[in-house]
């Protein structure tokens, strides 16, 4: 099972940017596509966006389309989310998470500890 490390979170103002870093322990990192998840306070978790095991596709949920971008890395086992013009309804934990599918968000081999974004508006 692949372990993953969220770094990146912070406090920013509203319309900044951040960027969310997610290293994955283990050599089978580009066997799982990964994606992006959010909870917001009293709210359940949510896609937020995915990227194919190659990095040659990515998918959006319709509030993060235009506004954040995926990427990963395979030779540093880290994938990204640059997240832009940021609002303050995007305040909440953002998690990685190893995908067995790319085309089923829901199949989730691991999950990351989590990271705090904060939105001031």
């Known amino acids: 099972q692949v372990r993953l490390v969220e770094s990146g979170g912070g406090l920013v103002q509203a319309g900044g940017s951040l960027r969310l870093s997610c290293a994955a322990s283990g050599r089978t990192f580009n066997s799982y596509a990964m994606g992006w998840f959010r909870q917001a306070p009293g709210k359940e978790r949510e896609f937020a966006g995915a990227?194919?095991?190659?990095?040659?596709?990515?998918v959006y949920a319709d509030s993060v389309k235009d506004r954040f971008t995926i990427s990963r890395d395979n030779a540093k086992n880290t994938v990204y989310l640059q997240m832009n013009s940021l609002k303050p309804e995007d305040t909440a934990v953002f998690y990685c998470a190893a995908l067995r599918s790319y085309t089923n968000h829901k199949t989730i081999e691991s999950w990351g500890q989590g990271t705090q974004v904060t939105v001031s508006s």
């Open positions: 990227i194919s095991r190659s990095g040659g596709s990515t």
